[in-house]
């Protein structure tokens, strides 16, 4: 189980105080929900360490990740934008933080309605939504148990949204994945079978 307890975090002393509380189970997929600016992304930010709590805890199971530096959590986070490195090919951006044989990770890829051309491809040389796809292979394919996206399909058309949903739904279900993600988009919640919840 992931439980945040009674998180709190604040940008500087004049902005809002954000906070958070709730509990998913493991193995489960949960959806972020809130209006724009409500503190979604810092959540994500907090849980895998690249902003410190002020008040709370945070625990996977019965390991206190507050107390964790970021490479020591079981996380892998997805971001906004800018998930892939710039100097790197798609393959080799595609085979960090993992063992997988290539051929495994290309079929994901394929399965996402990728194409094993963009393997030797610069992310520059990728349209926005493709480079999304990679990132997201990318990051659910790594070891990490716990997984967190941050809006994970906003660049995808919905036929290409549809089939991320199905590969993220089995992939997630087959390798035991706890995912926490943020989205806008009702049909998420809907076809991802996803627990939401809502930040005020
Ligand atoms: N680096 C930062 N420095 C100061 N304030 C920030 C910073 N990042 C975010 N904020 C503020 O913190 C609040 C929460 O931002 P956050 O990005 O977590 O919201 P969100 O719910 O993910 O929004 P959206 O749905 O628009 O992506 C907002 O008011 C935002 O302006």
């Given at each position: 189980?992931?439980?945040?307890?009674?998180?709190k975090?604040?940008?500087?002393?004049?902005?809002?105080?954000?906070?958070y509380?709730?509990?998913?189970?493991?193995?489960s997929?949960?959806?972020l929900?809130?209006?724009?600016?409500?503190?979604?992304?810092?959540?994500?930010?907090?849980?895998?360490?690249?902003?410190?709590?002020?008040?709370?805890e945070?625990?996977?199971?019965?390991q206190?990740l507050?107390?964790?530096?970021?490479e020591?959590?079981p996380?892998?986070?997805?971001?906004?934008?800018?998930n892939?490195?710039?100097?790197?090919?798609?393959?080799?951006?595609?085979?960090?933080?993992?063992?997988?044989?290539?051929?495994?990770?290309?079929a994901?890829?394929?399965?996402?309605?990728?194409?094993?051309?963009?393997?030797?491809?610069?992310?520059?040389?990728?349209?926005?939504?493709?480079q999304?796809?990679?990132?997201?292979?990318?990051?659910?394919?790594?070891?990490?148990?716990?997984?967190?996206?941050?809006?994970?399909?906003?660049?995808?058309?919905?036929q290409?949204?549809?089939?991320?949903?199905?590969?993220?739904?089995t992939?997630?279900?087959?390798?035991?994945?706890?995912?926490?993600?943020?989205?806008?988009?009702?049909?998420?919640?809907?076809?991802?079978?996803a627990?939401?919840?809502?930040?005020t």
């Amino acid at each position: 189980m992931l439980r945040i307890n009674q998180l709190k975090f604040q940008y500087k002393k004049s902005a809002n105080l954000l906070s958070y509380h709730f509990s998913i189970n493991t193995g489960s997929i949960a959806i972020l929900q809130g209006i724009s600016g409500i503190g979604k992304t810092t959540l994500l930010h907090l849980i895998a360490g690249f902003l410190p709590a002020s008040q709370g805890e945070i625990y996977w199971h019965q390991q206190a990740l507050h107390r964790l530096p970021v490479e020591k959590r079981p996380v892998s986070l997805l971001f906004q934008q800018n998930n892939l490195f710039e100097h790197l090919t798609i393959a080799e951006n595609l085979q960090l933080g993992h063992k997988l044989p290539p051929t495994q990770i290309l079929a994901s890829l394929i399965h996402l309605g990728g194409d094993a051309r963009w393997l030797t491809a610069y992310p520059r040389q990728l349209s926005g939504g493709q480079q999304q796809r990679v990132a997201l292979v990318r990051t659910l394919m790594r070891p990490e148990p716990l997984v967190l996206l941050d809006e994970p399909f906003s660049e995808l058309d919905p036929q290409t949204r549809t089939n991320a949903r199905q590969w993220v739904a089995t992939y997630a279900h087959t390798h035991k994945k706890t995912l926490l993600l943020v989205s806008h988009d009702p049909q998420d919640i809907e076809q991802l079978d996803a627990q939401p919840i809502y930040i005020t």
